[in-house]
C-alpha cells in the first residue's frame, strides 16, 4: 500500500502533466541532450547584461561571473579555504604590501596572454570610477603595481581592512586591458558587454528571453594547469514561469539542477524521486541568513526590552516546520552560517541569546510596562497608546510569506499586534532602502571568508537617506560601528583576534537586539539523475561543490560541480 507520500507525488506528476508543464524545455534551439545541462532557479527575468562589474543584475545571466569571467581566488566555503586559481599564490611580504604571482601560460579566450598588466587595469577601474562596487578599497589602497608579467603588488595605506581585500580577492572579476581599456565609463560601469570575452571555462554561445546559454571553452588554462574539464559541453539556464513548471521539468528528467525554492521537494527526497544535499532534513546547505530587520526609529522599535520581547515571542521552530516544511535550519542568533560557526562565542549565546518563550515575552512586556490597558489581548505602550505593527516581505515570495504569517502569529498570540503585509517588490524595497517600514525580511548575506561580511550588512554606517545594503532598520551606536571597523582591520590569519572581535559584536547584538536573524535561507538544489550523475551530495562531496547556478556562486565551488559531473548511464 502506496505511503501519503507517494501518493501526493503521484497525483502533483499528473497535476503538472495536465497542465501542460512538462515538456517545456522543448522550445527553442535542441542540443545534444547527453552533452547538455540543463539548470533554472537564478534568472527570473530576461538575459540584460554580460557586464562582470554589475553583480546586482547578474542573476539572469548568471555564469558571467565564474565561467565566464573570473577571479585570483576562489573559495570554498565548506571547508573555508581560500583557493589560489588565476593567481598561484598570494601573501602579505608586509603589514601593508600584499602580493600575487599569476600563474604562467593564462590566457584569455581570444587568445591574447592574461598577464599582471590586466589585473592592475581591473583594479585601477575602480580608482578611476567610484560606480563601481569595490571602489571603497581605493580608501586604504596606494597603488596596484605590476612587476614583471607576473607579480602583482598591492600597496597600502598603513591601516588596510585585510577582512574586506581578502573577500575581493575572489569576488573582483579580472577583465582584460586590451578589449576594455577603450571603454567609456558608462560601458565600464553600466555597459551590458555583449559576446563578452574572458578567461574561463565557458564562452557566451547565445540567448533568447527564456535562456542564457553557455558552450564550453576547449582551450580554457585549467585544462592543463589544473586537470580540470567541465563535463557538460554546454548549459543552458532556463527562466520558468513558475516553481511548478521547474518541478515538473525536474521529475521528468528535462531539468538536470533547480535552485528554485521547490515546496513539498522533502517528500521527493525521500522517495528518491530527485536528489538533494542532504538525505533527510534539512535537504539543503544554509546558504545565507533571513534576518528581521526592526526599525529601531520608530517606536516601539527604539526600546531594545521590546525588541527582546519580540525576539522571545517569535516562534522560529514554526517557521522551519510548518513555512518550510523541515527545509532550513533555525539560525544561531549571532546570525552567523554553519561555516563560519567557529566564530560564535557560546557563552555570549548561553548569557544573552534566545528562544521561542511566549511567556518570556509576556513577562519582560509586563516589566517595562507594556500591558494590555484595554483588553483586547494586545499590550499598550507604557504611555497608554495602541501598538499596531506590520511585518512585510515582497508579494509573491511564497516561503517568506509563509514565514511572516509565523510570525505574526506567533507575536499575536505573546500579546503584540503584528500584521503580516505582502506589497509588491518595488514597494517593498523603497520601503526598506528608505526606513518606512515597520518590520521586514532580508537575506543579503551570503556565503563568506569572514564574519565581517554580515556583520558589515547588518550594522552598516554611516546612516544615510536611503541604506541600500545593509542596516535597513537604522540602528545607531557607534560602539557596535567601531567594534564592526576594528573586526574588518584583523588580519584573516588572525583568528584568535577574529573571536574576540566577534564575541563583542555578538555581545552588543544580543543585548540591544537591533534585528533577529531566525532561519537560515537554503541552497535551494534539486537533481535529476535522468542524465548526469555525481551530483554533490554530504559526505561523498571532495573536492567540496556547491549545487547552486545562482550568480557569485560559480567561484565557491558550483565551477567544480561541472567538472565532477558524470553523465548517466
Known amino acids: 500500500m502506496w505511503s501519503r507520500s507517494k501518493r501526493v507525488i503521484s497525483m502533483l506528476v499528473l497535476l503538472l502533466l495536465s497542465v501542460g508543464v512538462l515538456g517545456a524545455l522543448a522550445v527553442g534551439q535542441v542540443y545534444e541532450r547527453s552533452e547538455t545541462l540543463y539548470?533554472?532557479?537564478?534568472?527570473?527575468?530576461?538575459?540584460?547584461?554580460?557586464?562582470?562589474?554589475?553583480?546586482?543584475?547578474?542573476?539572469?545571466?548568471?555564469?558571467?561571473?565564474?565561467l565566464v569571467y573570473e577571479t585570483l581566488f576562489n573559495y570554498d566555503p565548506l571547508t573555508n579555504v581560500m583557493i589560489p586559481w588565476l593567481a598561484e599564490s598570494g601573501e602579505w611580504v608586509s603589514d601593508n604590501v600584499y602580493e600575487v604571482t599569476l600563474r604562467d601560460g593564462l590566457t584569455w579566450s581570444d587568445g591574447a596572454p592574461l598577464t599582471a598588466d590586466d589585473v592592475v587595469f581591473t583594479m585601477n577601474l575602480a580608482d578611476q570610477y567610484e560606480a563601481l562596487w569595490f571602489a571603497p578599497m581605493w580608501e586604504y589602497l596606494v597603488n596596484v603595481i605590476n612587476i614583471g608579467d607576473l607579480i602583482v603588488q598591492f600597496n597600502f595605506t598603513s591601516e588596510p581592512l585585510y577582512q574586506e581585500f581578502d573577500n575581493n580577492l575572489y569576488n573582483i572579476p579580472i577583465v582584460p586591458k586590451h578589449l576594455w581599456e577603450d571603454r567609456s565609463e558608462e560601458d565600464i560601469t553600466i555597459g551590458a558587454n555583449e559576446n563578452p570575452i574572458g578567461s574561463g571555462a565557458y564562452l557566451y554561445d547565445t540567448h533568447a528571453?527564456?535562456?542564457?546559454?553557455?558552450?564550453?571553452?576547449?582551450?580554457?588554462?585549467?585544462?592543463d594547469a589544473l586537470g580540470l574539464y567541465p563535463a557538460p559541453k554546454r548549459i543552458v539556464d532556463i527562466r520558468y514561469s513558475s516553481n511548478n513548471v521547474a518541478l515538473g521539468s525536474v521529475i521528468m528528467g528535462e531539468l538536470d539542477l533547480s535552485n528554485h525554492f521547490l515546496p513539498g521537494v522533502a517528500g521527493l527526497s525521500d522517495n528518491n524521486v530527485v536528489t538533494t544535499y542532504f538525505d533527510g532534513a534539512p535537504y539543503m546547505l544554509s546558504a545565507n541568513t533571513a534576518v528581521l530587520f526592526l526599525n529601531t526609529t520608530i517606536a516601539p522599535m527604539d526600546d531594545a526590552v521590546f525588541r527582546e520581547a519580540l525576539a522571545y515571542a517569535i516562534n522560529v521552530d514554526d517557521i522551519v516546520n510548518v513555512a518550510y516544511a523541515q527545509l532550513v535550519a533555525a539560525a544561531s542568533p549571532t546570525g552567523l552560517l554553519p561555516s563560519l560557526s567557529d566564530y560564535v562565542d557560546e557563552d555570549v549565546v548561553v548569557e544573552l541569546g534566545w528562544t521561542y518563550d511566549p511567556a518570556m515575552a509576556a513577562q519582560i512586556l509586563a516589566d517595562a510596562g507594556y500591558v494590555d490597558v484595554n483588553g483586547d489581548g494586545y499590550v499598550e505602550a507604557p504611555d497608554g497608546s495602541a501598538i499596531?505593527?506590520?511585518?512585510?516581505?515582497?508579494?509573491?515570495?511564497?516561503?517568506?510569506?509563509?514565514?511572516?504569517?509565523?510570525?505574526?502569529?506567533s507575536c499575536k498570540a505573546a500579546g503584540i499586534n503584528v500584521e503580516d503585509v505582502t506589497p509588491d517588490y518595488g514597494a517593498w524595497n523603497t520601503q526598506m532602502q528608505t526606513g518606512t517600514f515597520n518590520m521586514t525580511l532580508n537575506n543579503w548575506a551570503a556565503l563568506s571568508n569572514t564574519p565581517w561580511t554580515l556583520y558589515n550588512l547588518l550594522f552598516r554606517h554611516p546612516i544615510q537617506a536611503q541604506m541600500q545594503s545593509g542596516n535597513f532598520g537604522r540602528y545607531d551606536n557607534q560602539e557596535i560601528f567601531d567594534l564592526v571597523d576594528a573586526l574588518a582591520a584583523i588580519p584573516t590569519s588572525d583568528i584568535a583576534a577574529m573571536k574576540a572581535a566577534c564575541a563583542d559584536i555578538q555581545r552588543v547584538l544580543l543585548s540591544e537586539v537591533p534585528m533577529i536573524p531566525l532561519w537560515y535561507n537554503g541552497m535551494w538544489a534539486q537533481y535529476s539523475d535522468a542524465v548526469w550523475t555525481n551530483w554533490p551530495v554530504d559526505g561523498d562531496n571532495t573536492p567540496s561543490r556547491l549545487p547552486t547556478t545562482w550568480s557569485g556562486y560559480w567561484q565557491l565551488g558550483g565551477?567544480?560541480?561541472?567538472?565532477?559531473?558524470e553523465p548517466a548511464e
Open 209 to 223: 528571453s527564456d535562456r542564457n546559454v553557455w558552450v564550453r571553452n576547449e582551450n580554457w588554462w585549467a585544462i
Open 559 to 565: 565551477l567544480m560541480m561541472l567538472c565532477e559531473l
Open 388 to 409: 499596531a505593527l506590520e511585518v512585510t516581505c515582497p508579494s509573491g515570495w511564497t516561503d517568506w510569506m509563509a514565514a511572516i504569517a509565523v510570525i505574526s502569529d
Open 39 to 66: 539548470v533554472g532557479g537564478a534568472a527570473w527575468g530576461p538575459a540584460s547584461t554580460w557586464n562582470p562589474f554589475q553583480p546586482g543584475s547578474l542573476a539572469n545571466t548568471t555564469g558571467t561571473l565564474g
